[in-house]
Nanobody, 118 residues
Framework: QVQLVESGGGLVQAGGSLRLSCAAS????????LGWFRQAPGKEREFVAV???????YYADSVKGRFTISRDNAKNTVYLQMNSLNPEDTAVYFC????????????WGQGTQVTVSS
């Protein structure tokens, strides 16, 4: 059974940094692109970043220049380095896996809370 498990969330002051991790199991990692999404209270889930198997990365405009997505294929893990955090980044962050190059994400983690205080 495929599992994605996020970790690294927490409470941080504005301007601070956090690094999220997402470990995948029972997944042929090389076939998948890995994405990060977030959902703030009262808002819809939104795209944050994705990394293709090739290493190609895409970011939401709201995080470009502040967040960096990376993957360690040997560890079946994807990371999200978040710098210069602001209160608008407060949300539950989810990692997801989808067939590389596709639009759909088939597997989702349970989410990790990120709270940025002003």
């Amino acid at each position: 059974q495929v599992q994605l498990v996020e970790s690294g969330g927490g409470l941080v002051q504005a301007g601070g940094s956090l690094r999220l991790s997402c470990a995948a199991s029972a997944l042929t990692f090389s076939r998948f692109q890995l994405g990060w999404f977030r959902q703030a209270p009262g808002k819809e889930r939104e795209f944050v970043a994705v990394i293709r198997w090739s290493g190609l990365r895409y970011y939401a405009d709201s995080v470009k220049g502040r967040f960096t997505i990376s993957r360690d294929n040997a560890k079946n893990t994807v990371y999200l380095q978040m710098n210069s955090l602001n209160p608008e980044d407060t949300a539950v962050y989810f990692c997801a896996a989808g067939v590389d190059g596709g639009l759909q994400y088939d597997y989702w983690g349970q989410g990790t809370q990120v709270t940025v205080s002003s």
